[in-house]
């Protein structure tokens, strides 16, 4: 079975459930793998382009890693210092970079579609990792990764997808892969980031979080997107922070078990508070760390001999 009917890694929405348990069972084995010191070489020999137009710390540096581990190597191109800044189209880039040699290019970047743009001019594999509000594919898989770790399968578990919905490509990844596993998914955030038509993907919209929050296994939290919220979609962090942070007392009555995930960066005080983000139900560098694996996996499968 491959990754995806395609040569790329462009999103989950196109995933069935054996294609997701596929590639987090080869996740599973990577990391037991690695457990008993057994290193895969499978990448010896290859060049990964890591192409991202956005800011980056885990994404990026948990790519860099997975490809050193794997035994290939990498090379990171700065959008503030190519070509596009004297007006080349972003084609002519891609095509010039292409013809350097690199066996497959993992991309970020702020407008849908452009993965999806790279993979269509391409022949090496494109890994998406992360365009605009539309899917971050390898973050959606190492949070089942990671919840799946926990408590050993998301299956008519409830999963609550907290905050800004509207802007995050996280939720949508999760949203699809969870569903397709048979988890129950509720989101909940402020009215205006909330995408009206969501119930049709087949999630619960919540209004209140204190009225679901002791039915929850885990609770994922999305960041507040600062640099998405040009329009003012809630009046106040105070009024968020009341209504929809995650604090010590919204949890008195949640599971013992509940799960905490976040993908970060932390906005401390504000969507999570710090003895929720640092207390024993924090499960947020478990997925840091099973980034790596998971984007392993990804890069293996994608480019290893069959």
Same mark, same amino acid.
């Given at each position: 079975?491959?990754?995806?009917?395609?040569?790329?890694?462009?999103? &989950? /929405?196109?995933?069935? /459930?054996? /294609?997701?348990?596929?590639? &987090?069972?080869?996740?599973?084995?990577?990391?037991?793998?690695?457990?008993?010191?057994?290193?895969?070489?499978?990448?010896?020999?290859?060049? =990964?382009?890591?192409?991202?137009?956005?800011?980056?710390?885990?994404?990026?540096?948990?790519?860099?890693?997975?490809? +050193?581990?794997?035994?290939?190597? #990498?090379?990171?191109? #700065?959008?503030?210092? #190519?070509?596009?800044?004297?007006?080349?189209?972003?084609?002519?880039?891609?095509?010039?970079?292409?013809?350097?040699?690199?066996?497959?290019?993992?991309?970020?970047?702020?407008?849908?579609?452009?993965?999806?743009?790279? *993979?269509?001019?391409? *022949?090496?594999?494109?890994?998406?990792?992360?365009?605009?509000?539309?899917?971050?594919?390898?973050?959606?898989?190492?949070?089942?990764?990671?919840? %799946?770790?926990?408590?050993?399968?998301?299956?008519?578990?409830?999963?609550?997808? &907290?905050?800004?919905?509207?802007?995050?490509? =996280?939720?949508?990844?999760?949203?699809?892969?969870?569903?397709?596993?048979?988890? +129950? @998914?509720? =989101?909940?955030?402020?009215?205006?980031?909330?995408?009206?038509?969501?119930?049709?993907?087949?999630?619960?919209? =919540?209004? #209140?979080?204190?009225?679901?929050?002791?039915?929850?296994?885990?609770?994922?939290? &999305?960041?507040?997107? !600062?640099?998405?919220?040009?329009?003012?979609?809630?009046?106040?962090?105070?009024? !968020?922070?009341?209504?929809?942070?995650?604090? %010590?007392?919204?949890?008195?009555?949640? +599971?013992?078990?509940?799960?905490?995930?976040?993908?970060?960066?932390?906005?401390?005080?504000?969507?999570?508070?710090?003895?929720?983000?640092?207390?024993?139900?924090?499960?947020?560098?478990?997925?840091?760390?099973?980034? @790596?694996?998971?984007?392993?996996?990804?890069?293996?499968?994608?480019?290893?001999?069959?």
């Amino acid at each position: 079975m491959q990754i995806s009917p395609e040569k790329s890694l462009l999103g &989950l /929405r196109s995933f069935n /459930r054996d /294609r997701l348990d596929f590639i &987090l069972s080869h996740a599973r084995s990577l990391k037991q793998l690695y457990a008993d010191n057994t290193h895969a070489r499978s990448l010896q020999g290859k060049t =990964v382009l890591n192409l991202f137009f956005e800011p980056s710390t885990r994404t990026r540096v948990s790519f860099e890693t997975a490809i +050193k581990r794997l035994g290939g190597s #990498s090379v990171a191109i #700065s959008m503030e210092t #190519s070509s596009l800044k004297k007006g080349e189209t972003l084609f002519d880039t891609v095509k010039n970079l292409d013809a350097m040699g690199f066996d497959a290019i993992v991309v970020r970047h702020r407008n849908a579609g452009v993965p999806h743009f790279i *993979d269509h001019i391409l *022949d090496v594999p494109v890994i998406n990792a992360g365009d605009g509000f539309n899917e971050h594919p390898s973050q959606g898989l190492l949070d089942i990764f990671t919840m %799946q770790e926990q408590r050993g399968s998301v299956e008519n578990r409830n999963v609550l997808i &907290l905050g800004d919905i509207l802007h995050s490509r =996280v939720a949508r990844s999760n949203i699809w892969a969870l569903l397709q596993l048979g988890a +129950k @998914v509720f =989101v909940a955030g402020p009215p205006t980031l909330i995408p009206a038509n969501i119930a049709d993907m087949g999630v619960t919209v =919540v209004h #209140s979080i204190d009225d679901v929050i002791s039915q929850m296994d885990f609770i994922n939290v &999305l960041r507040i997107q !600062y640099e998405r919220q040009d329009l003012g979609y809630f009046p106040t962090i105070r009024e !968020y922070r009341d209504q929809f942070g995650l604090t %010590q007392e919204r949890l008195k009555d949640a +599971k013992p078990e509940l799960c905490i995930l976040h993908p970060g960066p932390i906005n401390r005080g504000i969507e999570i508070d710090s003895a929720v983000a640092d207390g024993p139900n924090n499960v947020i560098l478990n997925q840091v760390t099973n980034g @790596v694996i998971v984007r392993m996996a990804i890069l293996d499968l994608l480019l290893a001999p069959k």
